[in-house]
């Protein structure tokens, strides 16, 4: 039975596990499920992930949800190139800290920066107050500071010489803001650098494929009434 994989390429996790398998030639069938639709609270796909989010994996009758246990799980069974999560103890250690690290800090603030520049006031037409989205990308170039200081510094990658994991969610995420318009990499040559090495390793026609949707929001007409109604019990929290 082929693998398939729950996605929508405008969610930064999905687009870390659609590059994944495309770059490792794993076989599979993407079956799309449109968040700003509101698909993923259907009661069809609650039965792939009761969590109801994306990416989703089944596997014949195993399923699991989350994008770092999706990513590890195609790492180990399609035995993917030792870069992406090194058997070397200390290596794959590095691998972990900055996947454990993204979750409340990265991911957090590329999700806001992207939601409250955006999508509010452009899909959903809600204001947002000067002083939240000051806030945010403040928070913002925080993260981006302890990525280049913590995690890059003069390494290649986030976690050595070769690209990992890492750096793949690690790009994923980042291309949320600049959705939004966000400068990310102009002021930051070291960051710019570690971008165009990402893409480079990724694959040009791959990284910009798999971006293409995240890069075509600002261009959405307005959400309908039925649409924002959907989607408000899940993003009031970004105006946060």
């Not at 399609?78 to 250690?93: E, F, I, N, S, V």
């Not at 690690?170 to 990499?185: K, Q, W, Y």
Request: aromatic residues 10%; charged residues 25%; glycine residues 2%.
């Amino acid at each position: 039975m082929v693998l398939e994989l729950y996605l929508d390429l405008v969610s930064q996790p999905c687009r870390a596990v659609y590059i994944f398998a495309k770059k490792n030639s794993i076989p599979f069938e993407m079956r799309t499920v449109e968040l700003l639709k509101g698909q993923h609270y259907s009661d069809a796909f609650a039965q792939v992930n009761p969590l109801k989010k994306v990416p989703a994996l089944k596997d014949g009758d195993f399923t699991l949800a989350e994008s770092v246990a999706i990513l590890l799980y195609l790492s180990r069974k399609y035995k993917a190139p030792d870069h992406w999560y090194p058997q070397d103890l200390q290596a794959r250690a590095r691998v972990d800290e900055y996947l454990s690290w993204q979750h409340t800090a990265l991911r957090s603030s590329c999700t806001r920066a992207m939601w409250q520049k955006m999508m509010f006031p452009v899909f959903l037409g809600e204001p947002v107050p000067p002083e939240t989205l000051a806030a945010t990308l403040a928070e913002l170039d925080r993260c981006l500071q302890l990525l280049e200081d913590k995690f890059l510094r003069d390494q290649a990658f986030l976690t050595g010489p070769h690209i990992s994991l890492a750096d793949l969610v690690a790009i994923t995420e980042l291309m949320h803001p600049v959705s939004a318009g966000c400068r990310v990499f102009e002021s930051r040559p070291k960051l710019s650098a570690w971008h165009q090495r990402v893409v480079a390793a990724v694959g040009e026609d791959l990284f910009w494929e798999a971006n293409a949707e995240i890069l075509k929001l600002k261009d959405l007409p307005p959400a309908d009434l039925a649409t924002k109604e959907k989607l408000r019990p899940s993003v009031q929290a970004l105006l946060q």
